[in-house]
């Protein structure tokens, strides 16, 4: 199961609204690090790839809605 965009929009939100629910996820040994250490891939994602992950799909979103209100057809 893929949980770190599950984080990133967490991420986002907290930063958002001035939060900080992400961080029960991020205690030592916690769901994060465990969740991190079962996955296949070997590779452990970092909190902060997760963050800046989901920071660029919104700016693309954002920047998307702005063109497309721009040019209505």
């Given at each position: 199961?893929?949980?770190?965009?599950?984080?990133g929009?967490?991420?986002?939100?907290?930063?958002?609204?001035?939060?900080?629910?992400?961080?029960?996820?991020?205690?030592?040994?916690?769901p994060?690090?465990?969740?991190a250490?079962?996955?296949?891939?070997?590779?452990?994602?970092?909190?902060?790839?997760?963050?800046?992950?989901?920071?660029?799909?919104?700016?693309?979103?954002?920047?998307?809605?702005?063109?497309?209100?721009?040019?209505?057809?």
């Open positions: 199961m893929t949980r770190h965009p599950a984080l929009a967490l991420f986002h939100l907290d930063t958002a609204q001035g939060t900080d629910h992400a961080a029960c996820f991020l205690t030592p040994d916690g994060w690090q465990r969740w250490r079962e996955r296949p891939s070997g590779r452990e994602l970092e909190p902060a790839e997760c963050r800046e992950t989901m920071a660029q799909y919104c700016s693309f979103v954002q920047k998307s809605a702005r063109h497309r209100a721009v040019h209505r057809w």
